[in-house]
């Protein structure tokens, strides 16, 4: 679009949009026009520009882009009340999106993958997620949008995940977690990612290099297949040991290590003892569960007592990774034992 201009040298450039701007004189439609070491500023019809700013001319401009929505609700022409019960909140694994619907609006779950779709940059396929089921903790999930499986690859804490969400678990809202954890663990220690997933615990773990061992394990044979496609892909790979068996297979005979952790927020508790009984004096446990709001503040008491004979414990920290329900949420515990 053609407009008059005002061309000054670049090292004007600030000085000169503030002033333009100041008089009313700079046009907000039409992109500033990049000359190398000059620019052209577009300017309004009308209004007379001092002769000490710069140069008057005429130059071809490209229009400011129009602004995007700012949440995919925006796109749905729905009424209010069905509008304000979406959730705001949605999971991006790679090129999957993923969202929780409530029942009531499932229904219209195609409308919303649509808009999530649009809405989400690079977006391939968007999955109603009903939520992660099963001893292997495999997601029900539907495909609302979009084309393709859900095998994707996911980049997390500088390390690029393979991950495939129908077959092995793996959630993006634990990546502060994946990265604390590696943080506290100290020069020479061995760790076990128990229940690991697609491994994103010992992945961090491995690539910080101060564990001298770190042992993965997962029921899910598909999920230590998906670890060690990345192991496959890191120059750390040979710190990890992953190893697709039960807990109640590995526990009985599982060699002592100095931190543990255990993500298994459902059923995780009946194996705590056991995996408390393999950490070694001075030791760590890393443990998450979902716990009612209401009875958060004396849970970790409550998981101590639980620990009975694996040794003297305390409760070092715990709180909320993030919201699970409208009346619980994910709780991390951090559990150190006695140096007895």
């Not at 939520?131 to 980049?155: N, Q, S």
Request: net charge positive; glycine share 8%; aromatic share 6%.
């Amino acid at each position: 679009m053609n407009s008059r201009a005002l061309v000054v040298p670049r090292t004007e450039g600030e000085t000169t949009r503030r002033r333009l701007r100041e008089v009313g004189l700079l046009r907000t439609d039409l992109r500033v026009r990049n000359e190398g070491e000059r620019l052209a500023f577009p300017l309004t019809e009308v209004g007379t520009v001092p002769a000490a700013w710069g140069e008057v001319s005429e130059r071809e401009f490209r229009p400011v882009a129009a602004a995007g929505p700012r949440e995919y609700r925006q796109l749905l022409d729905w009424p209010d009340a069905q509008r304000s019960a979406l959730p705001r909140s949605f999971d991006v694994v790679g090129d999957v999106v993923l969202i929780r619907l409530p029942a009531e609006l499932e229904p219209r779950r195609r409308d919303v993958g649509a808009a999530l779709l649009r809405f989400v940059p690079g977006a391939r396929v968007v999955g109603l997620d009903r939520g992660v089921k099963g001893t292997e903790r495999r997601r029900d999930l539907e495909r609302i949008a979009g084309d393709g499986g859900w095998t994707t690859r996911h980049r997390e804490n500088g390390i690029e995940l393979d991950v495939d969400l129908e077959r092995a678990y793996f959630s993006p809202r634990l990546a502060h977690e994946h990265e604390r954890v590696a943080a506290e663990v100290l020069r020479g220690e061995t760790v076990a990612d128990l229940c690991c997933g697609v491994g994103p615990f010992a992945l961090a773990i491995a690539r910080d290099g101060r564990a001298s061992r770190v042992t993965a394990i997962d029921a899910n044979p598909a999920a230590i297949e998906l670890l060690r496609r990345t192991l496959s892909r890191v120059r750390f790979a040979a710190r990890v040991e992953a190893r697709a068996v039960a807990l109640e297979e590995f526990l009985p005979a599982a060699p002592p290590c100095d931190r543990a952790i255990l993500n298994l927020p459902l059923e995780g508790i009946k194996y705590l003892p056991s995996v408390a009984a393999t950490v070694r004096p001075s030791g760590r446990v890393h443990y998450y569960e979902l716990v009612p709001r209401s009875a958060r503040e004396r849970r970790g008491s409550e998981i101590v007592r639980s620990l009975g004979r694996a040794g003297s414990w305390e409760l070092v920290e715990h709180h909320v990774v993030h919201p699970y329900s409208p009346r619980s949420d994910l709780v991390a515990f951090t559990l150190g034992r006695g140096p007895e």
